[in-house]
């Protein structure tokens, strides 16, 4: 029994000296204000060890405040006591003193509540919880925080002071189930969420870290960021992810500090982690503070987080980000930019802030009941549209700014069919990228430095491309520095609207495997613009020659071409202009065949010209002979030059087609090897139609379908000179119309190539065909052209003993009685001899009868 007495006063003096020095240190720590580090503290406290949020979290040292540790029942409100706070949560709770918390806790209350400036509610572990519901208002004094995994808070209105913070950043318990934020393998790639986390690793197919989730909770963010992937096994993991903020506000929330879910960095042994989640309801969201779920720094950035504000209005002075993190590893490819959802006014907005990166943001399935408003890709973000068939419509705009990019299928599998559907479509310094086919419906275009590419692949499964423009559609260069705006695609191409088309910029382009252009009331082609199809690469030209240099069958299409306008693989055409009221080229247009149905005027300005010069045939029914070491010119509308090389002759291709109705391709000439290479014939232009003459022609500048000249010089293998190829013949132009005016010395040429080093025959020349389609007889009598410039028809010039080749046709349509020649002019010597009232008599015009 003394024994056992022993031993409990022995335990009980034991227990005393514990607790009187615990008391002791307190009392100590009370006495000296006890320095408040917000990170030291908490390892202090509670054990904790690593990084709690980024290098730019808001952790820092503070004043000089009274703190505690507390741990509350679980599913149990606290009082304004428990939290050593003065008054009540149904009145009014001050709270003067720091606590780190152990655990969740929740507030309830019908009144207000205040935390005080430099006073603080943490909780910081992954995934730990802090609930405040309120019916009054929460204020935040300068300085205060409230630092948890989640936050959540309901009140009537919410007040931040200068500097204060609500944080989750770094803070993220584990993201959903079966998603893949969180990379895979030891390459220190950034973890995913809103955006795709970045990757360092050269050889990595997939080129992104972890990868995005939470698409279908976009307007309702709640999921937590993930980790960002280590750099060995020691250390699996970088960053921390984000956590969740989620502020409940019937009136007025002003930020003056900040609101932040940031991924947590990673250093230079990790990814950084991605950012979280942050949802905002208010009537009035004011101030000039941070609200950012942007993803960490790390070896790989981490992808930005998810932000939705659901708030009647939103002051612009407030800073909101949801940017990739930097990576240390891989400067220029930061994590991808999250996702910042207007939930009150539905519209999207992917905003890198000019961090560059090369990793992509996906956007998933878009809304369509109800539709959203508008969608904004800028400052260098890159967001992809993954999907096969899919369609982006929205109400109003979709942006892309500043060197943002928006991507459409992918470039392995470019089979799909893509729809952009909006009010207006926007562009200016950036870029979107079609992998298959694409259809835009929009009442405008407008581009500013800026480029659309369509990549349809090798297969011909994809379908034609269609940019329907209803009202206007400009393509311009804002900054002559800077880039130019290009539309272009390596299959068909469509643009169709029932306004204006504008190329206002020097090298601003529309360019396609195949080109239409139809219903818009004016086309204009600036100066220094371009409209060009097909595209430069001979495989390009020879997919829509092929099928006319292989026969004289005349094309029906361009002669009696439908009513309709639209492009497929089974027209003649390569640039069509349809159904233009009027267009006015001061700049370039290019095609292999040119054919402009149902317009009204063109106009071709001094600086424009419209040219199918050298996109004719490579061959053709012409084609030059390269015989003996020597080569001759090709045929058409003359004959081609014979070529001569040490005494051997090489005959020139034979003259085809008709002088009456031409409709064919000029023809080429090839060597004996491709070291050679070859020369290509002028190609043709139509413009109008049997059924739809083109009113009337103003040509200032220029109208060409001349054929190639061959300059190269051929050595052999001792260093001596060879043979060269002839020249390619000219082409056709082919002209239904009322008016012909040639002013201000323009040019309209069919000439052709000239021969090549040495003794290369020149190539025979092209024709020229004028349809007239309306010509008054007596009083009504009007000339139908005014012709004060240049029209060449001439055979191309053979090199040294080369023959040139020689000359084409023009010709025009027969002209009445009384009229004569190609322009169907008056017969003056039936008018002198005759009467005005007979002189349309003439069945011959006398003045021809005379020269015989």
Known sequence: ??????????????????????????????????????STGLENWLGYSGSLVGDDSLLYDSAFV????????LNESVSCEDLEGVGSFNTTCLLSSTHYLKSDIYIYGVGNLEILSDVSLLCPMEGCMITVNVSGNVKLGQDASIVSGSVVLSAANLTMGYNSYIDSSSLGGSPPSQTSGTPVGNDGAGGGHGGRGASCLKNNKTNWGGDVYAWSTLSEPWSYGSKGGGKSTKKQYGGNGGGRVKLLVKDTLYVNGSITAKGG???????GGSGGSILVHAVKLKGYGIISAAGGTGWGGGGGGRISLDCYSIQEDLNITVHGG?????????GAAGTYFNAHLLSLKVSNDNVTTETETPLLDFSTSPLWSNVYVENNAKVLVPLVWSRVQVRGQISVYSGGSLIFGLSDYPI????????????????????????VSVKMLLMWDSSIQIDGGESTVVTASVLEVRNLAVLRDFLPSQQNSVISSNTNLALYGQGLLQLTGDGDAIKGQRLSLSLFYNVTVGPGSLLQAPLDDDASRGSVTKHLCDTQRCPIDLITPPDDCHVNYTLSFSLQICRVEDLL?????????????????VIVDTDGMITASELGCTEGIGKGNFLNGAGGGAGHGGKGGSGYFNGRESIGGSEYGNAILPCELGSGTEGPNESYGHVVGGGMIVMGSIQWPLLRLDLYGSLRADGESFSKSIKSSDGSSVGGLGGGSGGTVLLFLQELRLLENPYLSVVGGNGGPVGGGGGGGGRIHFHWSKIGMEEEYVPVASITGTMNNSGGA????GRHGQEGTITGKACPKGLYGIFCEVCFICFFLFSSSYSWICSECWRYAVIS
């Open 1 to 38: 029994m003394e024994v056992v007495m022993q031993f409990v006063v022995m335990h009980w003096n034991l227990w005393c000296c514990i607790l009187l020095g615990y008391l002791q240190i307190s009392c100590i720590s009370l006495s000296s204000g006890h320095h408040l580090n917000r």
């Open 265 to 271: 960095d990673g250093g230079s042994d990790g990814g």
């Open 416 to 439: 799909s069919e893509f729809e952009l559907v909006a009010e207006e479509l926007l562009l200016s310094d950036s870029i979107i990228k079609v992998f298959g086919a694409f259809r």
């Open 326 to 334: 930097l990576s240390i590893g891989c400067p220029g490819n930061s």
């Open 585 to 601: 080229v001061n700049g370039i247009m290019k095609g292999s065949i040119i054919h402009i149905h149902r317009a009204r005027t």
């Open 66 to 73: 009274e703190t505690s540790t507390s741990s509350f029942p």
């Open 798 to 801: 053979g090199d040294n003993d």
